[in-house]
């Protein structure tokens, strides 16, 4: 999607496909993917464990950020509450009108949630 396209091109893309995003987004994020390597998608396909397996040995309190699955969020409300059953330490906080990129789609709230989730 990305291949061939000049920095410009792909920050333009990304205001379209993000208008709600702080202006100061778009660079680094076209940058990004610029810089991506194919070699890094093979690396990062590799086998991982299972969520619900990593979830479970977890020992700190997790805070489990979901957003809007119409926008994009790949956690459901259901696996939410399955990573809560698993590890009583998750913390689940939904934030609205996000989609996959949920700190970019609703800065303040994402922040607003990572601070009370440290201060507690």
Do not use: Y
């Amino acid at each position: 999607m990305w291949v061939g396209k000049t920095l410009e091109e792909i920050i333009a893309l990304g205001k379209e496909q993000s208008p709600g995003w702080s202006e100061e987004e778009f660079a680094p994020w076209a940058q990004a993917k610029l810089d991506l390597r194919p070699l890094a998608m093979r690396v990062n396909a590799k086998p991982r464990p299972p969520w619900r397996e990593a979830f479970a040995r977890v020992q700190c309190p997790l805070l489990l950020i979901r957003a809007d699955n119409a926008l994009g969020s790949i956690v459901t409300p259901e696996s939410a509450e399955e990573a809560v059953k698993i590890n009583p330490r998750v913390r689940v906080v939904h934030i609205p009108g996000a989609g996959h990129n949920v700190r970019r789609d609703q800065f303040r709230p994402f922040i607003a949630a990572v601070r009370c989730f440290l201060a507690e």
